[in-house]
Nanobody, 124 residues
Framework: QVQPVESGGGLVQAGGSLGLSCAAS????????MAWFRQAPGKEREFVAT????????NYADSVKGRFTISRDNAKSTVYLQMNSLKPEDTAVYYC?????????????????WGQGTQVTVSS
């Protein structure tokens, strides 16, 4: 069973950058698709970015395309989310998720394992 653990959240000014990490312990990491989701106060959780097991395929929500980059290091069982040009509307709890399969899925139901989340706050 894979247990994702997020780190790297914090407070940043609008226009700034922040990097998140997700270390997955237990089970098999390298064969799994991984993703980041986020949930803002009073809103439902939404898809942010996903990456396939090999890193060859990735996909992004329209709201973050061109600003966020997802990557992974299978040797370290870690997935990353680099966030640039941050906006106040990016404020949310960011969750890392691991899929049962190896593709880059954008649907929550494909993800079996979830981290506890890390808070990202962007001030205007």
């Amino acid at each position: 069973q894979v247990q994702p653990v997020e780190s790297g959240g914090g407070l940043v000014q609008a226009g700034g950058s922040l990097g998140l990490s997700c270390a997955a312990s237990g089970g098999t990491f390298s064969g799994r698709g991984m993703a980041w989701f986020r949930q803002a106060p009073g809103k439902e959780r939404e898809f942010v970015a996903t990456i396939s097991w090999s890193g060859a395929w990735s996909n992004y929500a329209d709201s973050v395309k061109g600003r966020f980059t997802i990557s992974r290091d299978n040797a370290k069982s870690t997935v990353y989310l680099q966030m640039n040009s941050l906006k106040p509307e990016d404020t949310a709890v960011y969750y890392c998720a691991a899929a049962a399969g190896g593709s880059a899925y954008s649907t929550e139901s494909k993800y079996a394992y979830w981290g506890q989340g890390t808070q990202v706050t962007v001030s205007s």
